[in-house]
């Protein structure tokens, strides 16, 4: 993770350049102004990473002589299949559209929205996938 975080401080140094230069040259300021965020942001995961990184122990990664298989092994749970991102995706989608088309497609995206919502985290409580 140590060297996850200093490729996103090393990439946010680069960002801030670039909106630097973008700003003075092109006096555009929507673009700018994302440049910057996205600068804040690539700061904030690369803090993040460094802070975690110096909390743990040391992973194969971090090790010059390490091989690929001492990262071998379970990696996490991760479910079966589901439907709800899918609800979640249509209901985002027709959120977002709702913004460009017209107020009233949020009645229609909400329920999906909730919907997706609920199953996703209800959905080892019940059905074929229920913890015993």
Not at 114 to 129: A, K, P, S, T
């Amino acid at each position: 993770m140590k060297i996850q975080g200093r490729l996103f401080i090393w990439l946010s140094v680069f960002i801030l350049a670039t909106a630097v230069v973008y700003g003075v040259w092109s006096k555009e300021p929507v673009g700018t102004t994302a440049l910057f965020l996205a600068f804040g942001l690539s700061v904030m995961i690369g803090f993040y990473l460094a802070f975690t990184a110096r909390r743990m122990d040391a992973l194969a990664q971090d090790n010059k002589e390490a091989d690929v298989a001492d990262e071998a092994g379970e990696v996490g749970f991760f479910a079966p299949h589901s439907w709800q991102p899918f609800s979640l995706a249509v209901g985002g989608a027709l959120g977002f559209l709702g913004v460009a088309v017209g107020w009233w497609l949020l009645y229609f995206s909400l329920p999906l929205i909730l919907i997706g919502l609920w199953g996703w985290v209800f959905e080892f409580y019940r059905g074929e996938n229920q913890n015993q």
